[in-house]
Every structure is written in structure tokens, then in C-alpha cells.
């Protein structure tokens, strides 16, 4: 039985169905749909292809994809499919209209680096180690004179 390639094909849909409508990067959503199409056309488990090590020969199948399945099959879950699925507070959400802050990298650093309040990311400010994340493109400086201000002045 195919059961774990129906798992998989309809979480990898998903997924590209949720990075679309976050406006992800298009090869990214087609890649997921290419796995899924992937996934329900093999005529074996993907499990056994799992086991030989043979998911990169998959067709659309490539290291990080085989990484994801692989997480499936030892967990029966997706982080990144569960942080894709459970959406920011509000106040975090906010956040992207500081200076320097995209959408994924206000995800990253709520899902990834556990930065919960403003509190927190002022920390991580005064720490200097925003400046080696991927996606961060502006000014500590600036970024934490905003934070500071939005801090003293939070927005109804």
C-alpha cells in the first residue's frame, strides 16, 4: 500500500498551496507540486525507496525534499509544514514594518529562534547576531531605535 506517498503528495500540496498564497517563491510552490505529482506516480511506497536510499531518484525529488520525506517517515510530521500551517500572532506579524524585517524573516526568527516579544528581539539586537541571519538587510542601529520606540509606544 501507497499510504505514505498520499501522505506526503497531499502535505507537499499543501504546502505549496500556503507558500502561494504567502507569495513564496514560484520554483519553490512548483517544486512542491512537482514532488506531489512525484510522490502519487511511483508504483512503490515511498517508504521502501526511503529505505534503500533511493528517494533522489525520484523524479522532482532533490536533497531537500529527501530530507523533508525522510523527517515524514521517522516523525510522521513536517516542521516546516507545521510552521507554515500555524500563522504569527498579530503583534509578531507586525513586526515586518520595522525597518530591515521581511515577512520570512520575521517567521524565522519567531518559529526558528523562539524571538516571542519585542523584548526578545531587542535582545537579540543588542547581541549583534541579527547581522549574520539570512534576509536581514538593514540597520541594527535603526531597527533598534524602532523597537525601542514601538516598546514605549505599543500600537493599540
Known sequence: MKQHNLQLATIFQSMADLLSSQRANPYRVRAYRRAADALLAIDEDVATVAGRHG?????GIGTDLAKKIEEF?????IRAYE???TPLPPEVRNWVTLPGLSDSLVTYLYFRLGIRTLSDLEQ???SHLIRTLPNFS?????????VQQRMQNPEP
Open 124 to 126: 537579540l539586537l543588542r
Open 138 to 146: 538593514g540597520s541594527e542601529e535603526q531597527l533598534l531605535q524602532a
Open 83 to 85: 510552521e507554515l500551517k
Open 55 to 59: 528517494l533522489k531518484e525520484i523524479d
Open 73 to 77: 517517515l521517522g516523525t510522521g510530521t
